[in-house]
């Protein structure tokens, strides 16, 4: 039986009121569960890897190149007047004499054979001037050899220079002045002079100073 008191005003009153229970326990529900908002990382939350140390290359050390050393020749013991003596200069022209102001030209055999321990003599004509150089040097093998194949190659065996197969003579005319190489197994004989056109106008020069060198 329907309760007479029970209105229409009274039914949308309830209903309001379970209306408001209704919002206030889903807003309880949104505090208990949705009130704290999610946590974003900041960029400073998050770890930086550490840089990995960059390799140091080891380079390999150049190797510095031995030097080669330069060639030398053993110092000759002989002095100018024992290559060749006063007489053997007149014996071979009356006008030649000791040049005693001689120094071997710039490019000449006789300053090489300085350059190499070895003697170097000068004899001048005392009429024209003119001058014999005459060198006496003792190469080691390697230089003797070097020296030889350049004769061999820039002038003409003298084979009359000795008898002796183991000397043996070069000539030639370079630039107006002829020059004598002889290669006596220990030394490097060297004879220059504009006087010389031909080998056999220093043929008896030649003997007489290997004479004396032995």
Not at 27 to 39: N, R, S
Request: proline content about 10%.
């Amino acid at each position: 039986m329907t309760d007479s008191r029970t209105t229409p005003i009274a039914i949308r009153t309830r209903r309001r009121h379970a209306g408001v229970l209704l919002a206030g326990g889903a807003l309880a529900l949104l505090i208990l569960t949705g009130c704290t908002p999610a946590t974003t990382p900041s960029a400073s939350d998050t770890p930086i890897p550490s840089a990995s140390p960059t390799p140091t290359s080891s380079r390999t050390p150049t190797p510095t190149p031995t030097p080669t050393p330069e060639p030398t020749g053993t110092p000759v013991a002989l002095t100018c007047d024992q290559i060749l003596t006063a007489q053997d200069a007149y014996d071979f022209n009356p006008n030649y004499g000791t040049a005693p102001g001689y120094e071997a030209a710039a490019g000449s055999l006789a300053e090489m054979a300085v350059k190499y321990s070895g003697v170097a003599c000068g004899w001048s004509n005392q009429t024209s001037g003119e001058v014999i150089a005459i060198s006496v040097a003792q190469p080691e093998d390697s230089l003797t050899t070097t020296l030889k194949d350049a004769a061999i190659a820039d002038s003409q065996v003298v084979p009359t220079y000795s008898t002796s197969p183991e000397i043996e003579g070069f000539f030639t005319v370079s630039g107006g002045t002829g020059q004598v190489q002889v290669f006596t197994g220990t030394y490097w004989v060297t004879l220059s002079s504009p006087v010389f056109f031909e080998p056999g106008d220093a043929q008896s020069l030649v003997a007489t100073v290997l004479g004396h060198v032995g």
